[in-house]
């Protein structure tokens, strides 16, 4: 039985290069890589050599014959990207040419010069440590690592869902790296408070900034700062042990919650505030949040979408793994067939079928997650004591191809805590030009530009480069591109010398 991509994929793309037989796609060379929910294992080329289990930072890919219940689904959401057999909707339609033994070998280019070079990064999340493994592989090359937390890997530990123990395992790989004898990681430094940009820019022949986008979107409605109402930053950063987040009140004395928006996010907090606590004593979930959790009132989290399921920024892959641990409520009237409608590529038809059949189902007893389509937040209500009671929310219908338009009907949606998860938002670094309208630093190929060009020797990946999208894996090949950058300009002996060569750290500092 042919080996199954499953839920914590994050599409770093490891396993395309161990596969001897280049059945996994979309590859980076390919189109849809970048975009794709996960990456896909074909069926009927994988000769079952298991070479593809080890390359996998996540431990994301089963044989066939061992996937759990929970991860059943997955060989059929695998199968369906390359079966072109019935509507030709296929996502991979099979290329004969694609199943010779053509998988690339994953080969550093010996670099053009010689003499060291020393590379600055600050952050060490995903990014960081992504960009830190690309040029460590030439043996002329230190990293220094500057993180503001005690504790390395950015959102990997403090983003990554407590009962994600799969996703979060990708910390290994960047323990590993931070182990090489010429990476050096000094946590508890923040860039601009302990040491400045110039600083840094001084010591270092390159610097690449991969501070991530560390702020929530906000949202401008009445009463959004009333007690009562909190980031889906704050809420994950609480029951994920963030420092920032330690003493975070959350009150989950009422019986609803809403969660405004409806990507991953939204789902992992609904998840997690509607799991049974005991399940999630072997999980990371910090200690203060089980203990609030075991004594939660909380029977319902509403997920509230503003569109409707064609548009849900949740993927896939995620409802699949939601409706295996969870229990989700759909009105069926918000589910259009996925055979009527125009849009259609067959990832969302895939998720609206799924909806369907959840819409389908019979109301089960206990804890669960309503999905509300067509849905706009318009204000918070909040009681006599100033506390939010409840959303105010504007039915819509969607205009065009993805825009909404309101009906003029609205109703209060009742909540004691409501929970903005509306995305995430880079913060202008001092020193550091910045484009205000995307929360990103402008670059080309990762090297910052100003107005006059390209600044030498600074460069940007991750978050704070493309913006608050994509999994973990995309910043591998996003970082790779930053890297490509800064390589080609030590090369054409655009980075100038540096005064000290960075000191070494204990590496029992890492957590
Ligand atoms: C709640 C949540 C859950 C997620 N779950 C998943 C998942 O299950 N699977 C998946 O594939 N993807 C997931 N993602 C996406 C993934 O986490 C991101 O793609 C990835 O973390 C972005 O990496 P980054 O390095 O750009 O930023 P970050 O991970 O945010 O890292 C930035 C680092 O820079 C540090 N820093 C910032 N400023 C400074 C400074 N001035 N000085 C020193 N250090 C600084 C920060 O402390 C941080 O450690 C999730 C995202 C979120 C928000
Ligand atoms: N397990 C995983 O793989 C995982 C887990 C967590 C996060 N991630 C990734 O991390 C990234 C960030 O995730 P995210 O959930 O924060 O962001 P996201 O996917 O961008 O979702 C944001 C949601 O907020 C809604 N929204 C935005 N502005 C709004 C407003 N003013 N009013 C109401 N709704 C509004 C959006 O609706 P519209 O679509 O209508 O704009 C969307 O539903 C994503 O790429 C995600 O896939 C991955
Ligand atoms: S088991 Fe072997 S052939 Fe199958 S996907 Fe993995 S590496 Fe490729
Ligand atoms: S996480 Fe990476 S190695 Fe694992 S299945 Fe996904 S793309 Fe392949």
Redo the contacts with the bound molecule.
């Keep these: 039985m042919p080996h199954v991509v499953t839920q914590a994929c ?2 770093d793309a490891s396993c395309v290069y161990a596969c001897p037989v280049n059945c996994i796609h979309p590859t980076p060379e390919e189109p849809g890589f970048g975009t794709s929910e996960m990456l896909y294992i074909d069926p009927s080329t994988c000769v079952d050599c298991g070479a593809c289990v080890s390359a996998c930072p996540v431990g994301a890919i089963v044989p066939g014959h061992r996937l759990t219940d929970d991860q059943a689904p997955f060989a059929d959401l695998n199968a369906a990207q390359f079966d072109s057999t019935g509507d030709g909707a296929a996502s991979f339609p099979v290329d004969p040419a694609r199943r010779l033994p053509l998988a690339p070998i994953d080969k550093p280019r010996r670099l053009a010069v010689d003499g060291p070079l020393s590379v600055g990064i ?7 440590m992504y960009a830190a493994d690309e040029l460590l592989r030439h043996p002329q090359v230190t990293v220094t690592v ?4 005690r504790r ?5 530990r ?4 407590p009962d ?1 123990l799969a ?1 979060r395992s990708v910390m290994r790989l960047f323990d590993d790296i931070a182990r090489n004898p010429r990476c050096d990681i000094r946590l508890g ?5 302990d040491l400045t940009l110039d600083d840094l820019r001084g010591r270092h022949q390159a610097v690449i900034w ?5 702020t929530d979107r906000r949202l401008v409605i009445d009463n959004a700062s009333a007690p009562g109402v909190l980031s ?2 704050e809420l ?1 950063g609480w029951y994920n042990d963030h420092p920032d987040h330690d003493n975070l009140q959350v009150d989950l004395s009422s019986s609803r919650a809403v969660v405004i928006g409806n990507g ?2 939204a789902l ?1 907090v609904a998840r997690i505030l509607t799991a049974d606590p005991e399940g999630l004593t072997d999980t990371t979930i910090s200690r203060h949040a089980l203990r609030a959790l075991r004594t939660s009132a909380i029977e319902e989290v509403v997920v509230l979408g503003r569109r409707g399921p064609v548009h849900a920024a949740f993927t896939l892959p995620e409802l699949i793994g939601l409706d295996t641990n969870a229990n989700i409520v759909v009105d069926p009237a918000d589910v259009p067939d996925s055979g009527d409608t125009a849009v259609i590529d067959p990832t969302t038809s895939a998720k609206l079928d799924l909806l369907a059949e959840i819409a389908a189902r019979p109301a089960r007893p206990g804890r669960r997650i309503r999905f509300v389509f067509h849905r706009s937040p318009s204000a918070i209500s909040v009681d006599p004591g100033g506390h939010a009671d409840g959303v105010v929310v504007a039915h819509n219908v969607v205009s065009g191809t993805d825009g909404i338009e309101p009906t003029g009907v609205t109703e209060t949606i009742d909540a004691g805590l409501v929970l903005t998860s509306i995305g ?1 938002r880079g913060v202008p ?1 001092p020193g550091l030009p910045f484009d205000d309208t995307r929360g990103v630093i402008p670059h080309d190929a990762g090297r910052v530009l100003d107005h006059d060009g390209p600044i030498p020797g600074m460069y940007v ?4 480069k493309r913006g ?1 999208s ?6 591998k090949t996003d970082s790779a591109e930053t890297v490509a950058a800064l390589l080609t300009d030590f090369e054409g002996g655009m980075l100038s010398g540096h005064e000290t060569p960075p000191r070494r750290r204990l590496l029992s500092r890492l957590g």
Excluded: K
């Design positions: 994050c599409g600050v952050g060490s999340g995903p990014s960081a500057y993180e503001r937390l390395p890997f950015g959102l990997a403090y983003g990554v869902a994600h996703t430094t923040t860039i601009g408070r991969a501070g991530g986008a560390p889906a930053t994950v991953n996010v992992d995430y670094v990946t991750g978050w704070i608050p994509g999994f973990i894996g995309t910043n």
